[in-house]
């Protein structure tokens, strides 16, 4: 089996895919103890993340050519940043599995087919800074490239949950959920998803909102 490794380039990956997978890499890199000294330090790299989605939303809002320009010469930009970051994350991590995945970046194949990621464990919610926040946090999930969530606080008439939106997430440390309801019971189950599709839920976690 050869050594695993991550991804160096992400030239083929679609402008919100990338911003969303660049997100998770500043997010998973910051405070990462495995990968304490990277060639891009993470202000400027977070920074670089922000002016692609900067530059993306506004091209996506005007569509304008000057827009579109800047939108592309930003993704230039990251690009060459996330395959410096990688480059370094490859070589500290010298194979560890756990280490890559824990930079947020996208481990490569190895020879057999890649399959559907498995269900999230451990799913915790806790109180958040301010009032009617909580705070969702999961193990990270081998080769999921995103994950998704879901909330309920009231349920139909034989007692099952009714479930909000899907929403989505690349950060399984903490994602903050906020504009609840103070003094009501939530639930959250989480999925995770990558190119062979979504895994099944989560078990049901809950929490009353301060």
Do not use: C
């Not at 990956?13 to 103890?33: C, E, I, K, V």
């Not at 939108?71 to 990688?86: F, P, S, T, Y």
């Not at 301010?130 to 009231?154: K, M, N, P, R, T």
Request: aromatic share 10%; charged share 25%.
């Amino acid at each position: 089996m050869r050594q695993e490794k991550v991804y160096l380039s992400y030239h083929k990956w679609s402008d919100t895919a990338l911003a969303n997978l660049a997100g998770r890499t500043a997010s998973f890199l910051d405070g990462n103890a495995n990968f304490p000294t990277p060639p891009i330090a993470l202000a400027a790299y977070q920074a670089t993340v922000d002016d692609f989605r900067t530059a993306l939303q506004r091209a996506t809002d005007n569509g304008g050519k000057l827009e579109r320009t800047a939108k592309d010469n930003a993704r230039k930009a990251l690009l060459e940043a996330m395959k410096q970051q990688a480059f370094y994350v490859n070589t500290v991590s010298a194979g560890d599995a756990n280490k890559l995945v824990s930079s947020g970046f996208i481990l490569t194949e190895q020879p057999q087919a890649l399959k559907r990621p498995f269900s999230p464990l451990l799913v915790r919610l806790k109180d958040g800074d301010v009032s009617g926040e909580l705070l969702l946090s999961f193990d990270a999930v081998y080769h999921a490239w995103e994950y998704e969530y879901a909330i309920a606080h009231q349920r139909d008439g034989a007692g099952e949950l009714l479930w909000g939106e899907v929403r989505s997430t690349t950060n399984s440390r903490v994602t903050p959920i906020v504009g609840l309801e103070e003094g009501t019971i939530y639930y959250v189950r989480v999925r995770s998803r990558n190119g062979k599709g979504v895994s099944d839920w989560s078990n049901a976690v809950s929490r009353r909102v301060r």
